[in-house]
């Protein structure tokens, strides 16, 4: 079985900082990757930011230069979202993903799962 559990959200005001963090774990299940993405109201679900096992980062053009994905420390499944220089535009429900593989069985089916969202409210 596998978890994705998400923190950290909430207001903030324009310009202003939020992070959020995100936790993966399965037993027998490795981790390949990590994405954030956000639902903004009235639209659709949106890339934010991965980072791969290697720890090679992309990020979507909105947020390129003002958020920032990191890994809490070497090989751990602990990722976070460093938001800077909000903007109420950045208002929305930010979801964490992982995408797992069963350990040692590299063709294995690939899990796409999801956390349940964190809320992010920027106030202008």
């Known amino acids: 079985q596998v978890q994705v559990v998400e923190s950290g959200g909430g207001l903030a005001q324009a310009g202003g900082s939020l992070r959020l963090s995100c936790t993966a774990s399965?037993?027998?299940?490795?981790?390949?990757?990590m994405n954030w993405y956000r639902q903004i109201q009235g639209k659709q679900r949106d890339f934010v930011a991965t980072i791969t096992s290697g720890d090679s980062t992309n990020y979507g053009d909105s947020v390129q230069g003002r958020f920032t994905i990191s890994r809490a420390s070497a090989k751990n499944n602990t990722i976070y979202l460093q938001m800077n220089s909000l903007r109420p535009e950045d208002s929305g429900v930010y979801y964490c993903?992982?995408?797992?593989?069963?350990?040692?069985?590299?063709?294995?089916?690939?899990?796409?799962?999801w956390g349940q969202g964190t809320q992010v409210t920027v106030s202008s």
């Open positions: 399965g037993s027998g299940f490795s981790v390949t990757a």
């Open positions: 993903t992982a995408l797992f593989k069963e350990t040692g069985r590299p063709f294995s089916p690939t899990i796409d799962y």
